[in-house]
């Protein structure tokens, strides 16, 4: 499958990344003419004339104009902040109401039952699947429901390997192993498929609700109407 190219939020035909690239080279220049001018202004006042000091109140105007002008540069970082906050938003309201697919293999188990997809890119009759817990241990394990190739979904009842019933609202990701008849890999892929409900920013990065998983939005490999 191919995948979707999300587009970068662009304000007044700036986008967002290459402003925040010019406000942190701001910053940079300005830390380093900071440093330089307290090392002036150390040097002057080490070194003025006692019959004839400098004049406290320039300096003083020198450090307020520097100041406001770092202000300045801050406030600017934080609206290029807002502005990319806001276009991953807007990127992602997009997908509501879509039916979305994406490269991602974890899900929150609700009333007994996890849903997944996996893609096999061949026939592959040895492929086995496994569920690990929030810990990274194995649950449970066995072999692939459908080894054709293509997309195939799998659901889970919840219950370990030993058939014991796993407490709802746990975290579980799906891992695969494709092997063909021979024993030879096969390339393979989990997936979570699923109508988006919401869009929600984690770390400065959207994502998107889709039943009870929440997935990168720079995951989504394939989107289509909802019927």
Known sequence: MTGTTTPTPVISGVSASN??????????????????????????LQNQDPLSPVDSNA????????SGVQQQLLTNGLLTSL?????????????????????????????????????????????TLEIDDGNGN????GPVPDSTAGVHDFNWNGKDTNGKQLADGGVYTLKISGLDGAGKSVDSQVLIRGQVTAVQMVNGQPYLSMGNSI?????????QNSN
């Open 83 to 127: 502005v990319g906050a806001q276009g991953g938003v807007s990127s992602g309201v997009n997908y509501i109401g879509k039916d979305v697919t994406a490269a991602a293999n974890a899900t929150t188990l609700t009333s007994g039952k996890a849903t997944w997809s996996y893609e096999l890119a061949n026939a592959a009759p040895g492929s």
């Open 19 to 44: 402003a925040n690239s010019q406000v942190q080279g701001g910053l940079q220049s300005l830390t380093s003419n900071f440093q330089t001018f307290l090392s002036l202004l150390t040097t002057q």
């Open 59 to 66: 300096f003083t105007q020198q450090l307020v104009q520097m």
């Open 215 to 223: 997935v990168p939005l720079a995951n989504v490999i394939a989107v």
């Open 138 to 141: 194995a649950v449970w394990k």
